[in-house]
């Protein structure tokens, strides 16, 4: 007897199959893209190490160097168009990051040719590569946040991203202690740097493999490429919100990298830390990013971007001014503001991804991502530039070097805080009010606290919820319409 062959899935399972696949390749994929993302980003031990220990350059240089993966934000906004229509975005991702990939082999290859006894003249080839390789990275940045909105549901994203960054947070971590006992241990040694950036070319190369196999089945039509890029830009002059919160983020991310790079020199110079104690700093805010990203990813989900990232930058701004009493006999404060700060600005962070995607018009989407990192870029990257001239202007013309830097650190918390006012205008669709977010955030954790039950604010939102109860908020049927 002839056995009946085996029934096939129908379309529907089919698509949920490939979208419970990509979603699992593209965790996969951030976990092994971690190491090269994160030496790659400004203000990260490594490069810290790599041009304040082990080349030492001015901080004026250092600034510069600080801005130009912000400059190449920019620069991406005039080929990520054109590129747009050359390939599709996920091609785009792929091919961008490997030439990222590709960028950083070349550094471990003629690291040892940068004259150290020189720090102008190796800051002179380290910019110079490092303007390339940031483009590189801009570009798959943009091309990245493209695909991703391609095939990821929109009531997913918050749950999704927010499981995806705990796990990729755990990574970033486990990295950040290896490089800082390895530059620690080997006084930032030149082999000891090749060796790093060995480790996060070889892990890079598996997320590459995870993108390539990624099934990310498309949701809906692209509208981007039907119209001119006049009318598109027609169409995001229209995008009042999306306006205030380019407007914000401009605001932000000046407030955020005018001394931010110097953070880690001020812990390296000032505090006498080691490679290891600064590592351990930033292990620690990644720690208590992943402990609450899936609070905040519930959060976001339930009362919607804009409310939870005003609580969020609050929480985590006001605790900024702690930078400003900072002392040598007190520096293991640091160790309990960086987790503080990881904590509370997941939020912040994992928000405003998810509040662009909800923001961008359609019609102009490539160019509305593109738009944003581009205008924002030009105050992110003249934020550092100027930093460093005012810190190295400054500290020519003192001894009190912990006056000067305090000083300095006020001006992140008050821009930021003065930055909500534009954010407060932005008109978010389905957004609860402000007031019912501070409102279940004080109770559960006031109550938590009160009785010793902290695990309480993890079980409360960590839960699953029935199917099909009555309580679901409004907003998610709105969003399934």
Not at 251 to 264: E, I, M, T
């Amino acid at each position: 007897m002839v056995e009946p062959p085996p029934s096939q899935p129908t379309p529907a399972a089919a698509r949920k199959q490939d979208l419970m696949r990509s979603f699992v390749l593209s965790t996969l994929d951030g976990i092994f893209s971690v190491p090269i993302g994160t030496i790659s980003l400004p203000s990260n031990v490594f490069l810290i190490a790599l041009v304040s220990q082990a080349f030492h350059l001015p901080s004026s240089t250092i600034g510069l160097f600080m801005a130009l993966p912000f400059i190449a934000n920019f620069l991406q906004l005039f080929a990520m168009p054109a590129l747009a229509q050359w390939r599709p975005s996920k091609a785009l991702t792929f091919l961008s990051a490997a030439a990222h990939l590709a960028s950083w082999v070349v550094l471990a290859v003629i690291l040892p040719w940068f004259p150290q006894s020189d720090p102008l003249r190796a800051g002179r080839w380290l910019l110079a590569w490092f303007l390339v390789s940031s483009l590189f990275g801009a570009l798959n940045a943009v091309a990245w946040n493209s695909w991703t909105q391609e095939w990821v549901p929109a009531r997913l994203r918050g749950k999704f991203f927010g499981r995806r960054n705990r796990l990729v947070q755990f990574s970033a971590l486990s990295f950040l202690l290896v490089a800082g006992w390895v530059l620690g241990h080997w006084q930032y040694a030149i082999l000891a740097l090749q060796a790093i950036i060995a480790g996060a070319v070889l892990m890079r190369a598996v997320s590459l493999r995870c993108m390539r196999i990624n099934p990310s089945p498309i949701r809906r039509p692209e509208p981007d490429s039907d119209l001119t890029l006049a009318d598109k830009f027609a169409v995001l002059m229209r995008s009042h919100s999306f306006l205030l919160f380019v407007g914000f983020g401009c605001v932000w991310f000046f407030a955020a990298n005018c001394f931010g790079p110097f953070y880690q020199v001020f812990m390296f110079d000032q505090m006498g830390m080691s490679a290891f104690e600064v590592g351990l700093t930033a292990t620690l805010a990644q720690l208590g990013g992943a402990l609450s990203l899936p609070v905040w990813g519930q959060l976001l989900d339930r009362y919607g971007n804009k409310p939870v990232m005003v609580v969020s930058l609050i929480f985590w701004q006001l605790s900024n001014f702690f930078w400003c009493f900072l002392v040598p006999e007190n520096r293991a404060v640091l160790f309990v503001l960086w987790l503080w700060s990881g904590a509370t600005g997941a939020g912040f962070v994992l928000g405003q991804f998810t509040i662009l995607l909800r923001l961008i018009p359609l019609e102009a989407k490539n160019l509305a991502i593109g738009f944003n990192l581009a205008i924002t870029s030009i105050f992110a990257a003249a934020a550092p530039i100027a930093g460093g001239y005012l810190l190295e202007w400054a500290l020519a013309r003192t001894n009190d070097g912990l006056a000067v830097y305090h000083a300095c650190f006020l001006v992140q918390p008050v821009l930021s805080l003065a930055g909500l006012v534009l954010l407060l205008r932005v008109r978010e669709p389905a957004a609860s009010p402000l007031s019912v977010v501070v409102g279940a955030m004080r109770n559960i954790r006031t109550l938590s606290g009160v009785l010793g039950l902290d695990f309480l604010i993890s079980y409360l939102f960590l839960k699953p919820q029935p199917t099909g109860t009555a309580a679901r908020p409004n907003r998610d049927s709105s969003e399934r319409k």
